[in-house]
């Protein structure tokens, strides 16, 4: 089903960098999981209600408006970034 | 300034467990002083914990003074609460505000948490006494804390096998008697396993029974705090005081829990009570020698009166699938935050091409082994062209084995099994297939995936080895699966 290629893929996708040597031991690793997974074809769900439990949790909303934070809060989180300038985290050019 | 420590009379910690209640009792009584006791605690620490490696960090001078105020408030003559000076460990992924917060991680090894977990909080309203922060699998992924960026835990009866993971210190701790209770968290096990294989009590508490506000993320609909324990008592008192809606965590419900150990009539709750035991869970895998314990446990229940009835969970071998799909793909999504751009660790050995680049070293060289496994196979699952046949499909499922825990909580109240279907194993023994490793949490992760409250109870050893009971609940019934857990109690010989 997979390939060191997807396995690559996959590491771009989420921002993996995979070695030659890992995308295959990662590549093994993950086709035994993957058969493992595939379990779950032997049930069949087209014709089963899944919806059908007593619904305990509720769903929570609330306003879309943000909440202002102390300085010395937003200071503490500052902080801890590799890089900030001023009240701003500082990233690498995108364009 | 004095070195404090050494103006304190060095008091022999005794080597039998001390429950929470014994604890305050001594406190109140004056057997001996809250300073005495946690000097005494941090004294057998630096003997033994860089051969165990519970603990990654310790809050000494912190926890000493603390410990000093609550024995003040003693000979002032006032009263304290059942938790205060009572000290306990905490598992790091659970933040506590200017410390270290690692999560087992490179990716947050010089990470300083700019708040407190709402469970902390909490617990510093009690007056609880925070010792430390204990070793753990990185970002909670695993069953043996040998995926820890910092080395693994051993487990103190058996230096040569593991703890448990993936809260392995945060187990340990209690069981070395390092701290009166502990903190940890539970996706798939991560609590009751541990627990298991270190001897002592361990609860996953219904979803959303408390705040996940300042526990590292590591798949949102599966997590929960967990408490370790020497006793039933002192689980419920914890969980009375941890518990309860939280606004900063949306999935918390309004279900403080109430009871802490109060007496009850045991009589007329063991004339009710009514036990399920699934064929799915005492089936090939399972060590023989643990079956034997359970079986006895169970035999000695229904000698009380207990009413056991044999019971079916058809969807159990589907289980470990289900999880594996579903955590997975919540695990890519919540790990997508350390990016080093906000906080945690960043590359910066050569320049990097762009922002791209930067990530993707970045997250390579922060995260381990298994945390990229778990990151790729998440995403996998959630891709164009497999999602529907992975990720929707375990979704189903997953509602399906709420329906059938449902269905089976109408027959009984309580479902034992066991929790772990192996002894504790070696280190080492199965870090190099990560198959089997998963296969430890075979009987942990319905719990998490159905939501409801699961509690490991020691029941015995194999050897020197501890062995687990799990008890299953329906949602939010904790206090009878923990009046259960007191009557089995009872049942131990000693």
Redesign the interface.
Known sequence: M?NQDQ?KH?????????TEE?SQR?LK??E???A????????K?QD?N?????Q??LN?Y?DDTGKSLSLE?RQ??L????QAKGEY?K????I | MWDFVNFVKFYEVPHRKMTIKEYHNNLVSKKFSAAEFVSGIFRDIEKENDYLNVFLSLYKEEALLKAKKVDEKLNRGEAIGILEGAPYAVKDNILIKNTKTTAGSKMLENYIAPYDATVIEKLNAEGAIALGKTNLDEFAMGSSTENSAFGPTKNPYDATRVAGGSSGGSAAAVAKNWAVFSLGSDTGGSVRQPASFCGVFGLKPTYGRLSRWGLIAMASSLDQIGIFANCTDDIAIVLKAISGKDELDATSQDKTFNWEGRDFDIKNFLKNIKIGLPAEYLQEGLNPEIKKIVKEKIGKLEQLGVKVLNISLPLTPYALAVYYIIMPAEVSSNLARYDGIKYGYTFSKEQTKDLIDYYMKTRSEGFGTEAKRRILLGTFVLSHGYADKFYLKANEIRNLMIQEFQEAFKQVDIIITPTSPTLPFKIGEKIKDPLSMYLADIYTVSANLAYIPALSVPVGKIGALPVGLQLMGAWWEEEKMLKLSKVIESLRQE
């Open positions: 997979l396995i996959l590491g771009l996708l989420s921002r993996l960098q995979i890992e990662l690793d993950i035994k999981i993957v493992y997974i595939s379990r779950l074809k032997e049930i769900t089963k899944c919806f059908s439990f007593k305990d949790y929570v609330r809060t503490d989180i902080s801890q970034a590799p985290f990233v690498k050019k995108i």
